[in-house]
T-cell receptor
């Protein structure tokens, strides 16, 4: 998990509320990713960014938004449009030319 | 969409035994990776095998790849209680928008002492 900080570790969302999950990295990696993991399930890709000021939708982008204003930061906002947000959210990075992903320790989001 | 599917979903063994888990995928690949996840934590990269390789070793890990069958297997030899975790295979999907890793649903391994 070193080099990638996700915060908070636990987050609670009220109905109709937007919440933002933070992902910060000091690995100087170009690419950053957000995945969602439901219990007993694999990871599903939400959004990813190859470079600053650019990002692409993954397989389950509806109800989520991201920004990539700085190389080090890739925050994920879970909007009120996401009707089933309870899940474990994982941020990952990849170095340019590299193949493997480096993961943060995750944020568990629950609905109150 | 999930490119890889691991089998079995869950595996329980005793310490010292070998653990084998399998991954099947759908489209052609450049490489296939295996990751490990301890409960409530992020994933950690274990090993990468390229499409022109048939077998690769790393410590107690042995990975095989059969591109004709679109399948891979991960063997953990002489398992330890500390190997208890979920294991995922991942393949790369590339398109005009960029490159992302697509993961399977994972195999949950439980090693009892």
């Amino acid at each position: 998990d070193g080099g990638i900080t996700q915060s908070p570790k636990y987050l609670f969302r009220k109905e109709g509320q937007n919440v933002t999950l933070s992902c910060e990295q000091n690995l100087n990696h170009d690419a950053m990713y957000w995945y969602r993991q439901d219990p007993g399930q694999g990871l599903r890709l939400i959004y990813y960014s190859q470079i600053v000021n650019d990002f692409q939708k993954g397989d389950i982008a509806e109800g989520y938004s991201v920004s990539r204003e700085k190389k080090e930061s890739f925050p994920l906002t879970v909007t009120s449009a996401q009707k089933n947000p309870t899940a474990f959210y994982l941020c990952a990075t990849r170095d340019r030319g590299g193949e493997k992903l480096f993961f943060g320790s995750g944020t568990q989001l629950s609905v109150l | 969409s999930q490119q890889g599917e691991e089998d079995p979903q869950a595996l329980s063994i005793q310490e010292g035994e070998n653990a084998t888990m399998n991954c099947s995928y759908k489209t052609s690949i450049n490489n296939l990776q295996w990751y490990r996840q301890n409960s409530g934590r992020g994933l950690v990269h274990l090993i990468l095998i390229r499409s022109n390789e048939r077998e690769k070793h790393s410590g107690r890990l042995r990975v095989t790849l059969d591109t004709s069958k679109k399948s891979s297997s991960l063997l953990i030899t002489a398992s330890r209680a500390a190997d208890t975790a979920s294991y995922f295979c991942a393949t790369r999907r590339s398109n005009q928008a960029g490159t992302a890793l697509i993961f399977g649903k994972g195999t949950t391994l439980s090693v009892s002492s």
